[in-house]
Nanobody
Framework: QVQLVESGGGLVQAGGSLRLSCAAS????????MGWFRQAPGKEREFVAG????????SYADPVKGRFTISRDNPKNTVYLQMNSLKPEDTAVYYC??????????????????WGQGTQVTVSS
């Protein structure tokens, strides 16, 4: 069972930036796609961004396109989410997740089999 540990969340004003990190345990990190999801109070968990095993393919939810960037550093077993031009509606707990084996990039939560504990992002207006 891989362990995923997110960091980098916090309180930021609207228009600001944050970079989230997710460190994975184990030696097979580069074998799996990774994703970021978020869940706001009273709402369902939603897809934010996904990245393929090599990092060559990325995908984004429409609300974050052009503002967020997902990347990964395989030798460091880490995936990142750079968040710029943050809005109050981006406030949520952000989770990183590991894709199931052979999934290249997916926006579907069921195609991820390991999840971090989440990190809170709060954007004030």
């Amino acid at each position: 069972q891989v362990q995923l540990v997110e960091s980098g969340g916090g309180l930021v004003q609207a228009g600001g930036s944050l970079r989230l990190s997710c460190a994975a345990s184990g030696r097979t990190f580069s074998t799996y796609s990774m994703g970021w999801f978020r869940q706001a109070p009273g709402k369902e968990r939603e897809f934010v961004a996904g990245i393929s095993q090599s990092g060559g393919m990325t995908s984004y939810a429409d609300p974050v396109k052009g503002r967020f960037t997902i990347s990964r550093d395989n030798p460091k077993n880490t995936v990142y989410l750079q968040m710029n031009s943050l809005k109050p509606e981006d406030t949520a707990v952000y989770y990183c997740a590991r894709g199931r084996l052979y999934v290249v990039s997916s926006s579907v939560a069921d195609e991820y089999d390991n999840w971090g504990q989440g990190t809170q992002v709060t954007v004030s207006s």
